[in-house]
């Protein structure tokens, strides 16, 4: 954290589960482990059922729209908000259980094709519309940087998306606080700290590879 000049400040560390079996992943609680991430609906409700409440579950993945329903009074985060009908939906659905979704809007900062998320310049515009949904919370931004060897090739996109975080901060919307900055993953978390993450999305790096 040193290099990153935020000496104390907290990063928190989300565990990537997907694919991951639930003997493994309760091991990972017993040591003190708490947030976890799936990106898909079903193998998270799977879960949840059987894990329930010993962690706290963040959506990180393509959240279709009918979906929402089935995770909406199970998850802590939706990092993946990517679209009006989503958010739509979203709040829909979090007042019908009365209670207060939060949500992280999705940056495709490089604008890569197989990659969900609104562009950059996007996402001002979209926040705006958003801000009428009184049950979904906007608490900050995620991206997934492109897949790269060096990550210093990528560390651009961090910055961007911590620029574009202040900007909004800057704008003082009522309601929306920029508290979290979701950014990196095993392959980069170092590089996104430096650039400002407070939020990583580690898999690999705990659990070892995917099947
Ligand atoms: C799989 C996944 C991760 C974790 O990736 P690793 O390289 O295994 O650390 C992080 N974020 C999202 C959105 C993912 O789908």
Known sequence: MQRSGRIGEKVHLIAVTKTVEVDRINQALELGLKNIGENRVQELVKKYDIIGNRANYHMIGHLQTNK?????????????LDRLSLAKELNKRAKKQDLIMDVLIQVNVAEEESKYGLKVDEVIP???????????????LMTIAPF????????????????????????????VKMEFLSMG???D??????????????GTGLFGKRN
Request: hydrophobic share 40%; net charge positive; with cysteine.
């Open 126 to 140: 979209f926040l705006e519309k958003i801000l009428k949904y009184d049950n979904i919370k906007v608490k900050g």
């Open 185 to 187: 993953m095993t392959n």
């Open 148 to 175: 790269v060897k060096d990550p210093e090739e990528i560390r651009w996109v961090f910055r961007d998306l911590r620029k574009l975080s202040e900007v909004i901060s800057s704008k003082g919307y009522e309601g």
């Open 68 to 80: 929402v329903r089935n995770i909406i009074d199970k998850v802590c985060l939706i990092h993946s």
């Open 189 to 202: 978390y170092e590089i996104a700290i430096e650039e400002g993450s407070n939020m990583i999305r580690i």
